[in-house]
T-cell receptor, first 112, second 110 residues
Framework: ETGVTQSPTHLIKTRGQQVTLRCSSQ?????VSWYQQALGQGPQFIFQYYREEENGRGNFPPRFSGLQFPNYSSELNVNALELDDSALYLC???????????FGPGTRLLVL | GIQVEQSPPDLILQEGANSTLRCNFS?????LQWFHQNPWGQLINLFYIPSGTKQNGRLSATTVATERYSLLYISSSQTTDSGVYFCAVLSGGSNYKLTFGKGTLLTVNP
């Protein structure tokens, strides 16, 4: 069984730029959730995708957007990067209707 | 929204010692998970435990849903147990948004 994978592992951007992070869900999973983890904090829910549509959203501005593809993989896009966007971005997959989420290794984003 | 509090925030042990980590939550929950985050950032599932007691090797967990807390027990700790332990809950009408505590940073010294 293939686990959740994310790319890239690390990324450095400058303020104002745009970034795309990618996630492949665990085999058999059709739902993908994205979380942001700032240094020293617990992960914060950004949004979830199911059947290629946003299924719920946390308290993040519209410049955080996402996509889910027919193979259940997903992208997180962040526009107009700010210094505070520097964080570990985690993707989690699950089966719709099942509550256990499984996390990928994350992408570390540094905004300068 | 629901509040999740973990204690202690930091814990330092000698190898072989036992420990108890606590998670308190402010409302009824549909799901509770314990995770271990290793030094590279990977969140590893330990337990899915909305109620009751489960054991997996040296680790066990108990959730008392009516009293809104969960405990994670680590026995005979090893240096590889070091890292941050998170409790996360699903609550209310949400079946997708995990709310995490701030974690407990465990350091196990040889």
């Amino acid at each position: 069984e293939t686990g959740v994978t994310q790319s890239p592992t690390h990324l450095i951007k400058t303020r104002g730029q745009q970034v795309t992070l990618r996630c492949s869900s665990q085999s058999g999973h059709n739902t993908v959730s994205w979380y942001q983890q700032a240094l020293g904090q617990g992960p914060q829910f950004i949004f979830q995708y199911y059947r290629e549509e946003e299924n719920g959203r946390g308290n993040f501005p519209p410049r955080f957007s996402g996509l889910q593809f027919p193979n259940y993989s997903s992208e997180l896009n962040v526009n107009a990067l700010e210094l505070d966007d520097s964080a570990l971005y985690l993707c989690a997959s699950s089966r719709q209707g099942e509550e256990t989420q499984y996390f990928g290794p994350g992408t570390r984003l540094l905004v300068l | 929204g629901i509040q999740v509090e973990q204690s202690p925030p930091d814990l330092i042990l000698q190898e072989g010692a036992n420990s108890t980590l606590r998670c308190n939550f402010s409302d009824s929950v549909n799901n509770l998970q314990w995770f271990h985050q290793n030094p590279w950032g990977q969140l590893i599932n330990l337990f899915y435990i909305p109620s009751g007691t489960k054991q997996n090797g040296r680790l066990s967990a108990t959730t008392v849903a009516t009293e809104r807390y969960s405990l994670l027990y680590i026995s005979s700790s090893q240096t590889t147990d070091s890292g941050v332990y998170f409790c996360a809950v699903l609550s209310g009408g949400s079946n997708y948004k995990l709310t995490f505590g701030k974690g407990t940073l465990l350091t196990v010294n040889p």
